[in-house]
């Protein structure tokens, strides 16, 4: 397969350069289960833990340079979004989170199996449930609580009501197909010569 770009052919991997930044910082250097996909254009940089089997996607941004972040096991963090602390806020993403594209998290806590979406921001000292959907483009207010598996909507982001037994099966299940298509992605790496 061949891409082209401003009139110059690019075959699929030919690029060997890695800009992924795995950076210490402040004495503090990100730990990152083995079994994690780190996309080549992300940044993970101090104080930061990534669990088994999540992934963080293309120019993704996990700053742990003022406090800790930590990331659970079987998360997603997709493209673009960019996750900061700061000096009295650090950040907690539990397991089988995703975070769509886009997206901000600085200071905040994202509870296990919550899933929020596509250009959402979540300010410091907030609290987003177990189970939660705080849907695309919302904005939830610093020190602000999701109860778990409801849904919140909009700028400033408010509680719409409950989720539905199929809806946190979605929830779930992105989660899930995130995590096979990390493992197609490792395996493409492999099998071009690059990392994984």
């Known amino acids: 397969m061949t891409y082209v770009t401003r009139g110059r052919d690019y075959t699929k991997f030919e690029r060997k350069e890695i800009y ?3 950076q210490e910082f402040n004495g503090k ?7 994690c996909f780190i996309a080549p254009t992300a940044d993970v940089i101090g104080d930061v833990t990534i669990g088994e089997n999540s992934s963080v996607w ?15 096991a079987n998360s997603n963090i997709q493209d673009g979004t960019v996750i900061h602390v700061t000096k009295r806020h650090s950040v907690e993403v539990g397991n089988n989170v ?3 594209h886009n997206a901000i998290l600085h200071g905040c806590t994202v509870k296990d199996n919550a899933l929020i979406g596509m250009g959402a921001i979540v ?22 609580e999701i109860p778990p598996f409801s849904l919140a ?3 400033p982001a408010k509680v719409i009501r409950e989720l539905s037994k199929e809806q946190l099966e979605a929830i779930k299940n992105n989660a ?3 995590i096979k298509l990390a493992e197609k ?12």
């Open 20 to 22: 992924r930044v795995i």
């Open 29 to 35: 250097k990100p730990s990152i289960h083995e079994s």
């Open 58 to 72: 293309h120019r993704a941004v996990i700053r742990g340079d003022m406090n800790g972040i930590k990331i659970g």
């Open 98 to 100: 995703t975070v769509g």
């Open 123 to 144: 300010l410091d000292g907030a609290v987003i449930g177990e189970g939660a959907l705080v849907g695309a483009g919302s904005l939830v207010a610093e020190g602000k």
């Open 153 to 155: 909507l909009g700028v």
């Open 176 to 178: 899930e197909e995130y």
């Open 185 to 196: 992605y490792k395996e493409e790496q492999r099998c071009s010569g690059g990392e994984s």
